[in-house]
Nanobody, 129 residues
Framework: QVQLVESGGGLVQAGGSLRLSCAAS??????????LAWFRQAPGKEREFVAS????????NYADSVKGRFTISRNNAEKMLYLQMNNLQREDTGLYYC????????????????????WGQGTPVTVSS
């Protein structure tokens, strides 16, 4: 079974940057067959899509609210997923989750949470003004 562990969250001032990481504990062969994504959940709100990346990293999708500020990437050899977040704003505050879709085809990077069957516990991001 896939386990995902996020790290890198914290408190940052508006305009600052953070880099989130997600480590996967599974065989490399299996990891390489997963599309991966970041979601977030702000206090009192529903979980929402942030960014996703296809199995080989060739396709990425972003929520409109983070386009141009966030970058998703993956290192398949190290079984790591990253989210570089720049120019953070207060509305970016929330608990950030990484997720894996082991059924994804090569050219897909789903944006819907229902596609992802494995989730981490989340890492908190707080942006202060």
């Amino acid at each position: 079974q896939v386990q995902l562990v996020e790290s890198g969250g914290g408190l940052v001032q508006a305009g600052g940057s953070l880099r989130l990481s997600c480590a996967a504990s599974l065989r490399t062969y299996t990891y390489n067959r997963c599309a991966l994504a970041w979601f977030r959940q702000a206090p009192g709100k529903e979980r929402e899509f942030v960014a996703s990346i296809s199995r080989n990293g060739g396709l990425t999708n972003y929520a409109d609210s983070v386009k141009g500020r966030f970058t998703i990437s993956r290192n398949n050899a190290e079984k790591m997923l990253y989210l570089q977040m720049n120019n953070l704003q207060r509305e970016d505050t929330g608990l950030y989750y990484c997720a894996a879709d082991a059924q994804a085809i090569l050219t897909s990077a789903p944006t819907t949470s229902g596609n992802y069957e494995t989730w981490g516990q989340g890492t908190p991001v707080t942006v202060s003004s």
